[in-house]
């Protein structure tokens, strides 16, 4: 719960299981306010696999004991994988494409910083001056040479 405060007062942006009574089933709107409930997810790495009843077991050991990666009572990790792989695979196909992406392309395309609100750098007087020391290609590239007009080496 402390993990979920600190996000919502710091404004971290996460991926929230939607919550559409019209267009999802029983099914989807019950699972959804699990996984709602759920947040944020706890999951455990993988350091080794041991044999554990004659059956490869993912662990993590830590001083005070063994967390196994694929046991629920340990770790969301099975949870979180169904969900990114499955069940919500299209949400966040469409929050990464529509949402995530094309903020970016925006913010590229206009040369500012949508997230903080800042302006980018666009001295091109300062970007083309030449750095004393600094090998390399030129800042400014050369002119174009129409195809007319073949250069002669």
Known sequence: ??????IIANGIPIF???????????????????????LPFAVVGCEEVINEEGRPVRVRNYPW?????????????????YVLL??????LR???????????RTEKLSGT???SGTA?????????????????????????VPQSHPVVA
């Open 120 to 144: 980018a750098a666009t001295n091109s007087a300062a970007a083309s001056a030449p750095t004393a020391g600094v090998s390399g290609p030129p800042a400014v590239p050369p002119p174009m």
């Open 94 to 104: 469409d929050r990464t494409q529509n949402g995530l992406y094309e903020l970016y």
């Open 113 to 115: 910083n949508i997230v």
């Open 16 to 38: 929230n299981f939607p919550n559409s009574d019209e267009e999802d089933d029983e099914e989807s709107i019950e699972e959804n306010a699990e996984l709602r409930a759920m």
């Open 65 to 81: 004991g063994v967390v196994q990666v694929d046991n629920d009572e340990h770790s969301d990790f099975d949870r979180l994988r």
């Open 86 to 91: 499955n069940s919500h695979i299209a949400d």
């Open 1 to 6: 719960q402390r993990v979920m405060n600190d």
